[in-house]
């Protein structure tokens, strides 16, 4: 018994652990997105034809 909650505890700390990897990441990547859109919306004047 002790056995399976060892192993249902580390299963645990790790979804915990990749779970606040995803929120940073997905953080980072969406900073990352608005700081693009900006930046061509300020040389928006120059990709118009």
């Known amino acids: 018994?002790?056995?399976i909650y060892k192993t249902m505890r580390s299963v645990g700390i790790?979804?915990?652990v990749?779970?606040?990897i995803s929120i940073?990441?997905?953080c980072f990547i969406g900073?990352?997105?608005i700081a693009n859109g900006a930046?061509?919306?300020m040389k928006k004047k120059?990709?118009?034809f």
């Open 46 to 48: 120059d990709l118009l």
């Open 18 to 20: 990749v779970g606040i």
């Open 14 to 16: 790790w979804n915990l």
């Open 39 to 41: 930046r061509i919306l």
């Open 24 to 26: 940073i990441m997905g």
């Open 1 to 3: 018994m002790e056995k």
């Open 31 to 33: 900073i990352c997105m």
